[in-house]
């Protein structure tokens, strides 16, 4: 008997998201954007310029920095949504940590201490506020997260757009304003540099990136989010695992004395954002996290290679710090004692722009992102 053909593997770009028309828009915005930026001087202040590109923009206000993101979830509530239909409840406590998670997660690569959020609902319409349990978990979720990461919750917006936003959705967003007191915690990479160590906190699972990929594959599955990834872990529940909070990790580490050259929130490219500074370093890993059962599933079952995988998923890794070589270990060690899984997963070399991930055998030049 002859087995049925296995199905063609299914990209990222086929699932809708196309990063080569994405990036060149993000760049030239940036690029308008900094003319803009000597406005500042005439209230005593001054853009730092190399924050152009990073996660998070930073102006110096004199005794210290000031530092902003906005982010929005992305496509991680249709997948609460379809499971709220298929098992009769809410998960919009852990969709509103992941919300948060993608300002505030930006925010301290930078160095910054996140001071206040901003939230942002916009619903399809009045009525995609009558759900009274999806509303408080939000409400609550959302407080709870900014107490984990202890920051104010300033306010927010809650428009009902009939027309822009789909009936029955709701499009969420967060706004994060930041410290970085004192200044010298500023991580822009002005020190990044060969005999760095390269040290990776563990993900949650899929985290709020790639989620356009996870819905088209449910649409392959023949039980969709109620396909078993793991014994008693359904799709929909592993995907919808909130994203871990990295600030208290980065706020442990300085009141540690552990000095971070750089950082990188690894979302949107997979591992390629370890190539995100400007600067040509090479950069070899040789440990390797392990997968969470549900990334391994999604890359399995869309036909991914380890070089698609890693470079669209966080594959185990949601956050890279990179710290002087001799304080590897004691990074990892107070990461953990912070709560997240770590592990000095390789260093800083000198050499052409490159990542290299020697347990798999991949490498990504320096033009595999792209995004100044």
Not at 89 to 97: D, E, G, K, T, V
Request: negative net charge; aromatic residues 6%.
């Amino acid at each position: 008997m002859s087995s049925a053909p296995a199905p063609a593997p299914l990209s990222y770009e086929q699932a809708g998201v196309q990063y080569d028309l994405i990036d060149p828009l993000k760049v030239a915005a940036q690029r308008a954007a900094a003319a803009t930026a000597h406005h500042l001087r005439a209230h005593g202040m001054t853009e730092v310029a190399a924050s152009r590109g990073e996660s998070a923009y930073v102006v110096d206000a004199g005794p210290f920095h000031v530092a902003s993101i906005v982010e929005c979830l992305g496509s991680k509530a249709l997948v609460a949504d379809e499971m709220q239909r298929l098992v009769g409840r809410s998960f919009y406590a852990a969709i509103a940590q992941d919300t948060i998670a993608m300002a505030v997660n930006d925010l301290v690569t930078v160095g910054a201490t996140p001071l206040v959020v901003q939230a942002y609902w916009a619903a399809g319409g009045s009525d995609w506020f009558a759900d009274a349990e999806r509303a408080r978990e939000l409400v609550a979720g959302w407080q709870a997260a900014c107490e984990r990461c202890g920051v104010a919750w300033g306010g927010g917006e809650t428009p009902a757009l009939a027309g822009i936003v789909e009936a029955g959705r709701v499009d969420l967003a967060a706004a994060c304003t930041g410290i970085v007191r004192p200044k010298s915690r500023l991580s822009l990479g002005a020190a990044l540099g060969a005999g760095d160590a390269i040290v990776l906190l563990a993900s949650s699972g899929i985290h709020a990136n790639g989620l356009t990929l996870a819905r088209k594959l449910a649409e392959r599955l023949p039980q969709g989010y109620l396909t078993e990834v793991a014994p008693g872990l359904g799709y929909g529940e592993a995907l919808l695992a909130p994203t871990l909070l990295y600030p208290p990790v980065t706020e442990a580490l300085a009141a540690a004395g552990v000095p971070v050259h750089y950082a990188a929130n690894i979302t949107g490219h997979g591992w390629r954002k370890l190539l995100r500074h400007p600067r040509a370093f090479t950069y070899r890993i040789d440990t390797v996290p392990p997968v969470p059962p549900v990334l391994g599933f999604i890359a399995r079952e869309a036909g991914h290679d380890a070089a698609e995988a890693y470079g669209t998923l966080n594959m185990g890794a949601g956050f890279a710090l990179f710290v002087p070589g001799h304080e590897g270990e004691r990074c990892a060690a107070v990461a953990r004692e912070a709560g997240v899984a770590a592990w000095v997963a390789g260093r800083v070399e000198a050499g052409p722009k490159r990542l290299v991930i020697e347990p798999l055998g991949v490498v990504y030049e320096g033009d595999a992102l792209a995004l100044r």
